[in-house]
């Protein structure tokens, strides 16, 4: 018995180092394009999620944003859907959702996915966003973790923020 366990480990360490060989660090798919920056002097170039993917569902929902946000984002979401934004407290169902959405009618304004990286039914977008500034400059808000259900509707969507801290303009010279 002892011997078809550690058959059965040495079986398994081996599958899981050949699936780790399909997908490489540098996958390339995904590449390492993306800027590595707090701020950035213009409008950072917008990801592109790949087609049929579940960051086509992230990148709608910053569509949405740029486009005034609001309730309007809610029928991205699925019935249950739970999210986890500035609020610090996990919100449940559209209902929830919804009242959240319509205080905030205008979100972040310039919102720039500058990067998609999609695993499945999974997601993460780092999103930039216009500075306070200057209309040029754009800052680097948040990670957001987006999971889809199998009717593309976001299941569960966790928005990771960094601190502003006013230190833009030290920054920008």
Not at 127 to 132: I, P, T
């Amino acid at each position: 018995m002892k011997v078809v366990v550690q058959a059965t480990m040495v079986a398994l360490a081996r599958l899981s180092g050949q699936i780790a060989d399909a997908h490489p660090v540098t996958d390339p798919d995904l590449g390492s394009h993306w800027p590595m920056a707090t701020l950035f002097h213009k409008r950072p170039q917008a990801a592109v999620p790949t087609q049929g993917s579940s960051c086509e569902i992230a990148s709608d929902y910053v569509d949405i944003v740029e486009s005034g946000g609001g309730v309007k984002i809610v029928p991205l979401f699925a019935a249950d859907a739970e999210f986890l934004g500035p609020e610090e407290r996990v919100l449940r169902g559209r209902g929830e959702i919804s009242a959240f959405y319509a205080k905030v009618p205008k979100l972040v304004l310039g919102a720039v996915p500058i990067s998609f990286v999609d695993r499945g039914n999974e997601c993460f977008m780092e999103l930039a966003v216009r500075s306070q500034s200057g209309p040029t400059v754009y800052r680097l808000l948040a990670i957001d973790h987006f999971t889809i259900d199998k009717d593309r509707r976001i299941s569960r969507l966790v928005i990771y923020f960094r601190p502003s801290g006013g230190k833009e303009a030290a920054q920008l010279k």
